[in-house]
C-alpha cells in the first residue's frame, strides 16, 4: 500500500513547492491535491479557509498519506495551527501537517544583508501578520514591510499570469513595497503561485533586490525534517509515484498543471465535500 506524502494547495500554486521537493527528493511517492474549484483562498474567512483546509488534510490522510504539507501560505497562515494543535490528536497524533512560512522565514538572515524584508502575500496571509509574527519570533531585529497582491494569484489561476495585463498590478505592488522602505534588500515571495509571475516582477525589481521563493527553502526544510524524524521517513513510500487531485474540471487541471511543470501529467477529479 502507497503511503504518499500529500501536498496540498488552493490551486495550482503548490506545484511550484512540488517540482523542487521532488527534484530533492524523487524517491517518495506523492499526491498533489488543488482545491481549484474553491480557489482563490486568499481573500476567504479564517473559518472558510480553515475548513477546507481540514477536508482537504482529512482526504489525503484518507488517500494513505501519513505526513501532509500545507503548500499554501494562506492555508499555513490561516489553518496549519488549529490542525496541529486541535484536530491531529483527534484525528491521529501519528500523522503529520507541516506548513511553508517557518521553512522560509527560518533562512531569512542567511539571505539578508540589510535586514530589511519585504513580504508579498495573499490578503489573508498578510492581514494574518503570521510573517511577521514568525520572523519577530526568530530574528527580531530584523524590519518586515507587508504589502497584500489580491490579484496575482487570480492572474495566475486564469492563465493571464505571462500576458500584458498582469504588468500593471505586478508593477504596482512593487513598487508599493519598496517605497515603504528604502532599505529592504530581500523581497519573499510569500505565497506559492508568485513564482510564475517571476519574469513580469523581476522587471520592475532594482537588480540590487533579492526575491526569494519558496520552493527550494520548503523542499530543503523537508528533507532536514525527514532526516530528524526517522519514524516517519520510513512510513513514506518510495516508488517516485506522483498522482494529482483536484476539485475541478480533470482535463483543465491537466492542461495548466503540464505547463507549469513543464510535463504532461493526468489528474482525477475528487469531490472534498462528500468525503469522496
Ligand atoms: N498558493 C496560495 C498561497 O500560497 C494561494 C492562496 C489563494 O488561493 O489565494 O497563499
Known amino acids: 500500500?502507497?503511503?504518499?506524502?500529500?501536498?496540498?494547495?488552493?490551486?495550482?500554486?503548490?506545484?511550484?513547492?512540488?517540482?523542487?521537493?521532488?527534484?530533492?527528493?524523487?524517491q517518495y511517492d506523492y499526491l498533489y491535491l488543488g482545491d481549484n474549484a474553491r480557489s482563490p483562498y486568499g481573500n476567504r474567512s479564517f473559518e472558510v479557509v480553515?475548513?477546507?483546509?481540514?477536508?482537504?488534510?482529512?482526504?489525503?490522510?484518507?488517500?494513505?498519506?501519513?505526513?501532509?504539507?500545507?503548500?499554501?501560505?494562506?492555508?499555513?497562515?490561516?489553518a496549519l495551527r488549529t490542525i496541529q494543535q486541535k484536530d491531529l490528536p483527534a484525528i491521529d497524533?501519528?500523522?503529520r501537517v507541516l506548513g511553508v512560512i517557518r521553512p522560509t522565514v527560518e533562512r531569512l538572515n542567511k539571505i539578508t544583508g540589510s535586514f530589511h524584508i519585504g513580504i508579498l502575500g495573499t490578503q489573508g496571509t498578510i492581514t494574518s501578520q503570521s510573517y511577521p509574527l514568525e520572523i519577530e519570533k526568530l530574528f527580531p531585529g530584523m524590519v518586515v514591510e507587508c504589502e497584500a497582491c489580491p490579484m496575482w494569484?487570480?492572474?495566475v489561476e486564469n492563465n493571464e499570469y505571462d500576458k500584458p495585463g498582469a504588468d500593471y498590478f505586478v508593477k504596482q505592488h512593487i513598487e508599493n513595497v519598496l517605497r515603504k522602505d528604502l532599505l529592504i534588500d530581500t523581497l519573499?515571495?510569500?505565497?506559492?503561485?508568485?513564482?510564475l509571475l517571476e519574469n513580469k516582477i523581476r522587471k520592475y525589481l532594482p537588480g540590487e533586490i533579492r526575491l526569494v521563493s519558496q520552493g527550494q527553502l520548503v523542499a530543503e526544510s523537508l528533507e532536514d525534517y525527514l532526516h530528524r524524524h526517522p519514524e516517519i521517513a520510513s512510513e513514506c513510500s518510495e516508488n517516485g509515484i506522483c498522482?494529482?487531485?483536484?476539485?475541478?474540471?480533470?482535463?483543465?487541471?491537466?492542461?495548466?498543471?503540464s505547463m507549469f511543470l513543464k510535463g504532461k501529467i493526468e489528474?482525477?477529479?475528487?469531490?472534498l465535500e462528500n468525503a469522496g
Open 267 to 271: 489528474a482525477e477529479r475528487v469531490n
Open 188 to 195: 519573499v515571495l510569500a505565497c506559492t503561485h508568485y513564482p
Open 1 to 26: 500500500m502507497m503511503t504518499p506524502i500529500g501536498i496540498f494547495d488552493s490551486g495550482y500554486g503548490g506545484l511550484t513547492i512540488l517540482e523542487q521537493i521532488r527534484k530533492r527528493l524523487p
Open 50 to 78: 480553515y475548513e477546507f483546509t481540514l477536508q482537504a488534510v482529512q482526504w489525503l490522510f484518507r488517500r494513505g498519506c501519513r505526513l501532509v504539507i500545507l503548500a499554501c501560505n494562506t492555508a499555513s497562515a490561516k
Open 243 to 257: 498522482r494529482f487531485y483536484t476539485t475541478e474540471s480533470e482535463e483543465k487541471f491537466a492542461s495548466m498543471a
Open 153 to 155: 494569484v487570480p492572474l
Open 93 to 95: 497524533p501519528e500523522r
